[in-house]
Nanobody, 126 residues
Framework: QVQLVESGGGSVQAGGSLKLSCTVS????????MGWFRQAPGRQRELVAS???????TYADIVKGRFTISRDNAQKTLLLEMNSLKPEDTAVYYC????????????????????WGQGTQVTVSS
């Protein structure tokens, strides 16, 4: 079974930088789309950035220009480079991957399975 393991979280002052990594234990190529989500206390989990296929990226407006998502298939790693961090970036960050699941005959299509990592804490102090 494929597992996603995040690392690189920590504490940093506002304006600082962190680089998160998500290592895939199995075949990373099963994931067509991968992304980073975050969840702050008392808030819903939200999409931070995603990367699809050959490298099409999407960013939440609040991180555009500050965060960069990338994927290294050879290293089986998803990365999130975070610069100009703000206190409001404080959250648990989760790695996510979407892969093809089982065939669903009623819809004549494959289901999409989503795998999650365990999360890594990012704390930004003012």
């Amino acid at each position: 079974q494929v597992q996603l393991v995040e690392s690189g979280g920590g504490s940093v002052q506002a304006g600082g930088s962190l680089k998160l990594s998500c290592t895939v234990s199995g075949n990373i190529l099963v994931y067509n789309t991968m992304g980073w989500f975050r969840q702050a206390p008392g808030r819903q989990r939200e999409l931070v950035a995603s990367i699809k296929g050959a490298g099409n990226t999407t960013y939440a407006d609040i991180v555009k220009g500050r965060f960069t998502i990338s994927r290294d298939n050879a290293q089986k790693t998803l990365l999130l480079e975070m610069n100009s961090l703000k206190p409001e970036d404080t959250a648990v960050y989760y790695c996510n991957g979407q892969r093809q699941g089982q065939w669903w005959a009623p819809r004549r299509a494959y289901l999409t399975e989503t795998d999650w990592g365990q999360g890594t804490q990012v704390t930004v102090s003012s």
